[in-house]
């Protein structure tokens, strides 16, 4: 499994005028992006740093969406700066170790 990490700075505006941007709908083509598993939304309000945690099946499906259309809206996105995107494999006897929510027999099991 594998996991990617996007760290990006949002815009200064107020918190209600950014958190109006998350709607349903917003998250929803996420459940169709092949190979990811969940993603984690992020928001650090006091230093405008947002972005996400994603878990993907396999590193062929993290890098294809990390080079995806998705990603490069977020790169070529004039309101953000800052946008960091990087794929890691995950430790997986570590990750259990510390009770990571994946299900690393459902994986091997598929």
């Given at each position: 499994m594998h996991i990617?990490?996007?760290?990006?700075?949002r815009p200064?505006?107020?918190?209600s005028e950014w958190e109006a941007r998350y709607t349903d709908d917003r998250a929803k083509p996420f459940?169709?992006?092949?190979?990811?598993?969940?993603k984690i939304w992020l928001?650090?309000?006091a230093e405008r740093l947002a972005g996400g945690i994603y878990l993907f099946?396999?590193?062929a499906s993290a890098e294809a969406y990390a080079r995806g259309p998705i990603v490069a809206r977020i790169r070529n996105n004039p309101d953000?700066?800052?946008v960091s995107v990087r794929v890691f494999e995950v430790r997986q006897r570590m990750s259990e170790i510390?009770?990571?929510p994946i299900d690393f027999g459902?994986?091997?099991a598929e």
């Open positions: 990617v990490q996007i760290n990006y700075r200064e505006m107020p918190k459940l169709d992006v092949p190979g990811l598993l969940w928001d650090g309000e099946a396999d590193r953000l700066s800052e510390t009770r990571a459902k994986q091997a």
